[in-house]
T-cell receptor, first 110, second 114 residues
Framework: SQELEQSPQSLIVQEGKNLTINCTSSKTLYGLYWYKQKYGEGLIFLMM?????EEKSHEKITAKLDEKKQQSSLHITASQPSHAGIYLC??????????FGAGTILRVKS | ETGVTQSPTHLIKTRGQQVTLRCSSQ?????VSWYQQALGQGPQFIFQYYREEENGRGNFPPRFSGLQFPNYSSELNVNALELDDSALYLC?????????????FGAGSRLTVL
């Protein structure tokens, strides 16, 4: 079973609109990672968060980790077709493994 | 620097057969992790290799095995293939000493078991 819950499972937005994807864990997150995946391809690293309250931005994508370190959000401002893909959150777990959520499928309509 | 490369990109096998998937790590990385991604799901951790030894394993049976070579490249072997083994197999490399588990992924090997 997935230890990370992502929501929504999928969303379709009009180009230019903002959107938020959430990632929730029942356990404290000591390392939270966001990746993007094009269908059937490998994952591309976006950002890593480690400290409670931390926020990072890259271009039009901002990721935050809440103070309790159990929830992270990924916000995209003024979405573009190039943002379309599958967004996955991952977290460090015991046993040297990075555990992923089920992913959020994003489609951007032109 | 070269990224992570995987081979083959696609392959088809039948139940009961064996398969070997190969992965070349990104230059400078010393750790390799393997993931299985079924359609519509997130990647599931199979195992990780560091210094040529298994260094963490997910909930996969022993018929999933691996190797890491001195040049940090790696192989994933799956014996007695089952239909449910059909998936995208992802290899990822990282630098153990970096203090963070930032993985660099290959494009994957898509396995179909008939």
């Amino acid at each position: 079973s997935q230890e990370l819950e992502q929501s929504p499972q999928s969303l379709i937005v009009q180009e230019g609109k903002n959107l938020t994807i959430n990632c929730t864990s029942s356990k404290t997150l000591y390392g939270l990672y966001w990746y993007k995946q094009k269908y059937g391809e490998g994952l591309i690293f976006l950002m890593m968060l480690q400290k409670g309250g931390e926020e990072k931005s890259h271009e039009k994508i901002t990721a935050k980790l809440d103070e309790k370190k159990q929830q992270s959000s990924l916000h995209i401002t003024a979405s573009q077709p190039s943002h379309a893909g599958i967004y996955l959150c991952g977290a460090d777990m015991a046993g040297n493994k990075l555990v992923f959520g089920a992913g959020t499928i994003l489609r951007v309509k032109s | 620097e070269t990224g992570v490369t995987q081979s083959p990109t696609h392959l088809i096998k039948t139940r009961g057969q064996q398969v070997t998937l190969r992965c070349s790590s990104q230059s400078g990385h010393n750790t390799v992790s393997w993931y299985q991604q079924a359609l519509g799901q997130g990647p599931q951790f199979i195992f990780q290799y560091y210094r040529e030894e298994e260094n963490g394993r997910g909930n996969f049976p022993p018929r999933f095995s691996g190797l890491q070579f001195p040049n940090y490249s790696s192989e994933l072997n799956v014996n007695a293939l089952e239909l449910d083994d059909s998936a995208l197999y992802l290899c990822a490399s990282s630098l153990r000493a970096s203090g963070a588990n930032v993985l660099t992924f290959g494009a994957g090997s898509r396995l179909t078991v008939l």
